[in-house]
């Protein structure tokens, strides 16, 4: 039955995955050279550069920390990479609009 149930969640996922793409490449567009985005469909994430200020180690610990604190704050928990970046699970419960707003 789970196996069944599956492909209904198709065209929700795919649109999710698409807002998402959109969500990171406007991150890494803003960012100003500070972040570096990989991913694909719902599977996304980021690496703190290593430009500019950010060359320096304490300084990349630095924006990780504050990346993760205003994350907390939103009710959103990313896995934070020791690379010094973060991943963002699928979130395939997580509606399109909420997505944006975040």
């Not at 803003?30 to 300084?59: E, K, P, V």
């Not at 610990?61 to 690379?83: D, F, H, R």
Request: glycine share 10%; hydrophobic share 40%.
């Amino acid at each position: 039955e789970v196996l069944r149930e599956i492909p209904r969640w198709f065209p929700s996922i795919a649109k999710s995955g698409e807002t998402m793409g959109n969500v990171f490449r406007h991150l890494q567009q803003i960012s100003d050279g500070m972040l570096i985005t990989h991913g694909q469909g719902l599977m996304w994430g980021a690496l703190f550069s290593r430009q500019g200020m950010l060359s320096q180690d304490n300084n990349r610990k630095m924006a990780t920390s504050c990346w993760q604190k205003n994350c907390e704050e939103l009710g959103v928990l990313p896995y934070i990479v020791p690379a010094g970046g973060f991943m963002v699970t699928p979130v395939i419960h997580i509606d399109v609009e909420t997505i944006q707003e975040i």
